[in-house]
C-alpha cells in the first residue's frame, strides 16, 4: 500500500519537476539565453533525481506483482523524463536559433515606409 502511494507521489513530483524545467527554460522574461541555460541545467538535475528516484521506486518488486525484473530505462517517469529532455533541448536549440537570426536581420530591417 505504502509502496504504491510512493510511487504515485514521486510520478507526480517529477512530472513537476519537468514542468518547472520547461517554464525556466522558456518563460523567464527579461533574460537572455546564457541566464536561462544556466538556471535551466540546474533544474535539469533536480528534474533528474526526481525523475530516476520514482523510476527506482517503479522498478522495486510489489507484493501484488510479484518479483517482475524491469530495468530502471523502461520505467514510465525515466521515459517521460528522456523525452521531455530531447524536446526541451530540441525547443531551446530552435529558439537560440531563431533569436540569434533576429538580431543578425534586425539591421537589414527598416522602419521608413517605402
Known sequence: MLLEVSRA???????VSLYWLGISAFFVPGTNWEERLTLALLKLAVATCMCFFSGILFCWPSRSAGSANTRLTATLPV??????VAG??????GTWYLSDLA?????YVSDRPS
Open 79 to 84: 521515459q517521460l523524463f528522456f523525452w521531455a
Open 9 to 15: 507521489v514521486s510520478f507526480f513530483l517529477s512530472i
Open 88 to 93: 526541451i533541448a530540441v525547443l531551446f536549440a
Open 103 to 107: 538580431h543578425q536581420g534586425y539591421p
